[in-house]
């Protein structure tokens, strides 16, 4: 299957934006990138698609909110920054989804939730319950009071979690590259976009990871790493850029990408 026809085929979708995705230029939150993206998703629920969206930004929004504080990097700044943000950010979405008639729903997570049962438990019945009285979750880390023994570190494993969690059809990560590369194509002009990936194993034989970007925490490792864990529970994943209008255009065959072919559909 392409990924236009892995998206037709899904009905329960788990996508996330990253915060290079939501940054302007300038660092502060792009709030027509929002809308945009809202228009898009209200668009496939109407076609009967059920979405949850995993979205960083909330320090994006916290600087867009208290500029002062940008250059702080204390560990208690930045995690009040992401406690401001989070306000800002799902207000923001809130705002671009009910433009469209939709409701949204927060969800804040640790990974010490997804490692206690019963916490998995409550946190996929609230899932589900959104999703099917029409609702979109929105979907962030707790930054503001996770430490390092309790943190997942970046919503590419994030997004994999919810999406094993409520067992998702599809997991589609926007970033600011196009899909894995055979190199870094920031730095490296021949490098080539791998399209389709069926043996994530042999992938890390062939491409050579540069770092994480500006405004984001994972670089394309923790994209991989995603890829992993959804694959290995039948879930296939899509890597693309999240630039205006990319849900729509990967839809439509319009927009290439990277698809990690699910364990039931290849050799993940």
Not at 4 to 17: C, D, H, L, M, Y
Not at 23 to 40: E, H, L, V
Not at 83 to 103: D, K, P, T, Y
């Amino acid at each position: 299957m392409n990924i236009s026809e892995t998206i037709g085929a899904a009905r329960k979708i788990v996508v996330k934006i990253g915060s290079a995705t939501l940054a302007k230029p300038d660092g502060t939150i792009n709030i027509t990138f929002m809308r945009d993206f809202a228009s898009q998703c209200a668009a496939m629920n109407r076609a009967g698609k059920q979405l949850a969206l995993v979205s960083s930004g909330a320090q994006v929004a916290g600087i867009s909110t208290l500029d002062r504080w940008a250059r702080k990097t204390d560990m208690n700044y930045r995690q009040a920054l992401c406690a401001i943000g989070q306000v800002e950010l799902m207000n923001e979405w809130s705002g671009a989804f009910r433009l469209c008639g939709l409701h949204i729903g927060q969800l804040l997570f640790t990974k010490e939730d997804f490692d206690d049962g019963r916490r998995a438990l409550n946190m996929r019945n609230t899932l589900f319950t959104l999703v099917d009285e029409g609702v979109i979750p929105v979907i962030n880390e707790n930054d503001s009071v996770a430490c390092d023994e309790i943190r997942i570190g970046d919503n590419d494993n994030l997004s994999a979690l919810t999406a094993i969690l409520w067992n998702a059809d599809l997991l589609i990560l926007f970033s600011d590259i196009d899909g894995v590369y055979t190199d870094n194509p920031k730095t490296e002009p021949g490098a080539s976009l791998i399209e389709t990936v069926d043996c994530i194993s042999g992938l890390k034989d062939r491409i050579k990871p540069g770092g994480a970007n500006d405004f984001g925490t994972g670089g394309i490792e923790t994209k991989i790493e995603a890829a992993e864990k959804v694959c290995a529970y039948g879930i296939p994943m899509i890597l693309a850029n999240g630039r205006p209008g990319a849900l729509d255009a990967l839809a439509s065959g319009r927009l290439r990408g990277t698809l990690f072919l699910a364990a039931r559909q290849g050799a993940a």
